[in-house]
T-cell receptor
Framework: GENVEQHPSTLSVQEGDSAVIKCTYSDSASNYFPWYKQELGKRPQLIIDIRSNVGEKKDQRIAVTLNKTAKHFSLHITETQPEDSAVYFCAANDYKLSFGAGTTVTVRA | DSGVTQTPKHLITATGQRVTLRCSPRSGDLSVYWYQQSLDQGLQFLIQYYNGEERAKGNILERFSAQQFPDLHSELNLSSLELGDSALYFC??????????????FGPGTRLLVL
């Protein structure tokens, strides 16, 4: 089955700086890679996703890159703000979503 | 608000008991997924139903079972509960399952505490 590894597990950044989270996956059949943001005690919310026929996707301050050959994908958040503080999960989908362990992002004001 | 609803929000019960968690998918969505989120295990896929039929199974214990009804709502039944079953249980839905993977929209979750 799919195995998704996510790094780092915690990330502290100064407000206005960039944050980068990296994930690797094992199953070459995976072709959909969403990123979810989860605030404490709340539901995971999709923030951006990418499919295997695309190498990069951007939505305002958030971007995701995918390298299918190397089986890794990354989330980039630019100009971080305090409200970006949350746990971020990457996932890879073959027939089901397999999640990474999560990255706790703290944006220091 | 994702449009996915779950009841109850919180559930406190004792070891050995049985509980039922309920999920209503977004209007028009045919697929329902169940996930368990515990502190040490992260988000774990349990099971998927599509239009009333079981579609995929993950790390679901034999003590757990689920079903999807004709009106497309789904129930997750947890029996012979153990302390380690304490977790957040999320339901997610998506429009269909054929034609490639789709965005899944998560409900607010049910927090289960087994004492």
């Amino acid at each position: 089955g799919e195995n998704v590894e996510q790094h780092p597990s915690t990330l502290s950044v100064q407000e206005g700086d960039s944050a980068v989270i990296k994930c690797t996956y094992s199953d070459s059949a995976s072709n959909y890679f969403p990123w979810y943001k989860q605030e404490l005690g709340k539901r995971p919310q999709l923030i951006i996703d990418i499919r295997s026929n695309v190498g990069e996707k951007k939505d305002q301050r958030i971007a995701v890159t995918l390298n299918k050959t190397a089986k890794h994908f990354s989330l980039h958040i630019t100009e971080t703000q305090p409200e970006d503080s949350a746990v971020y999960f990457c996932a890879a989908n073959d027939y089901k979503l397999s999640f990474g362990a999560g990255t706790t992002v703290t944006v220091r004001a | 608000d994702s449009g996915v609803t779950q009841t109850p929000k919180h559930l406190i019960t004792a070891t050995g008991q049985r509980v039922t968690l309920r999920c209503s998918p977004r209007s028009g969505d045919l697929s329902v997924y169940w996930y368990q989120q515990s502190l040490d295990q992260g988000l774990q896929f349990l099971i998927q139903y599509y239009n009333g039929e079981e579609r995929a199974k993950g790390n679901i214990l034999e003590r757990f079972s689920a079903q999807q009804f004709p009106d497309l709502h789904s129930e997750l039944n947890l029996s012979s509960l153990e302390l380690g079953d304490s977790a957040l249980y999320f339901c997610a839905s998506s429009p269909r399952t054929s034609g490639g993977p789709e965005t899944q929209y998560f409900g607010p979750g049910t927090r289960l505490l087994v004492l």
